[in-house]
């Protein structure tokens, strides 16, 4: 490594191994896997002392590159600093043998993109009812991480998260940044191509406004079920291309509002600074999400009425 073991995982290293291990015996760790990722597993764990269920991420430091060990640290000292009912939430991190262990919010549910692949193969579709209900929560999770200046960088349907209440999370901070009030503009090029910015694609300065193109992105796949740019899987250049121009396939307005089909295009702005922000967003999702909600109420009190009419006559 060219950078020492110890300095990566400062402030991890000033903890004893002892302390290491007197954490990890608050939890049983079954054999569970829930999901694994180039460098890390998750595995079912229960917290022993509140018997209750957990996420725990473990990642085998010893062997991997420093780049790969500060990517894992600096997702969990994200993950310290913000607190929302839409992020996932840490426990607890620890080091115990040169092994990163991570005690997350479990999920009992399933990711985004695990729930359009279902729509898709019944031949359905979400109601815009159920759209804003999850965009919303997607919105207020973003603006949650971008008033702490955390950037995600890679948002996308795999790191939305569902669980069994329906309750939304965003998910998956290893490539997140944080940025401080001085910080102008990221150039380094992470992330998932097809939610990529037009401004990453060609190498200029991206910021927060980069991640609402990615928001852009989700809530086009959330109607379509579909990338905005689907089809250039092999030819980056073509793709990138299609971004850049803003060569967006065509909204089903006979599907859904006008409003959700505005909102979309918005996000899809390839001028960053046209883009609305993050509180912007959620404050128009909610919005709508709202006035879904009360149309609901209307009808079902209108169904009621009908019925007890019915009822006397």
């Given at each position: 490594m060219s950078q020492t073991y110890n300095n990566l995982l400062h402030p991890y290293n000033t903890r004893s191994n002892a302390n290491g291990m007197e954490k990890l015996l608050k939890y049983k760790i079954s054999s569970k896997e829930l999901g694994r990722g180039a460098f890390s597993k998750v595995l079912e764990a229960t917290f022993k002392e509140a018997n209750t269920k957990v996420a725990m991420k473990i990642v085998k430091l010893e062997d991997l590159e420093d780049k790969y060990i500060t990517l894992s640290l600096n997702e969990v000292q994200l993950l310290r600093r913000i607190h929302s009912p839409n992020v996932i939430k840490l426990y607890d991190a620890f080091v115990h043998q040169k092994t990163l262990h991570v005690a997350l919010e479990l999920i009992d549910g399933v990711d985004l993109a695990v729930r359009i692949q279902v729509m898709r193969d019944r031949g359905s579709v979400f109601s815009e009812r159920s759209i804003w209900y999850k965009f919303h929560q997607i919105c207020c999770g973003l603006k949650d991480l971008h008033d702490k200046r955390i950037l995600h960088r890679d948002l996308k349907p795999a790191n939305i998260f569902i669980t069994s209440k329906y309750q939304v999370k965003i998910g998956d901070l290893g490539l997140s940044r944080q940025c401080s009030p001085a910080t102008n503009n990221l150039k380094t090029h992470v992330g998932t191509e097809y939610y990529m910015a037009p401004e990453r694609n060609i190498g200029e300065g991206y910021h927060f406004q980069s991640d609402i193109w990615s928001l852009g992105c989700l809530l086009y796949e959330l109607c379509?079920?579909?990338s905005p740019f689907n089809g250039e899987l092999?030819?980056?250049?073509?793709?990138?291309?299609?971004?850049?121009?803003?060569?967006?396939?065509?909204?089903?307005m006979n599907v859904y509002?006008?409003?959700?089909?505005?909102?979309?295009?918005?996000?899809?702005?390839?001028?960053?600074?046209?883009?609305?922000?993050?509180?912007?967003?959620?404050?128009?999702?909610?919005?709508?999400?709202?006035?879904?909600?009360?149309?609901?109420?209307?009808?079902?009190?209108?169904?009621?009425q009908t019925s007890s009419l019915k009822k006397t006559l």
């Open positions: 379509t079920f579909r092999t030819n980056a250049y073509s793709l990138h291309k299609k971004i850049n121009n803003g060569d967006i396939i065509p909204f089903p509002s006008e409003h959700l089909s505005y909102f979309t295009y918005a996000c899809l702005n390839t001028k960053s600074e046209e883009r609305p922000n993050a509180s912007e967003c959620f404050e128009a999702a909610r919005a709508m999400y709202e006035k879904f909600e009360s149309m609901l109420a209307d009808y079902k009190a209108a169904t009621r």
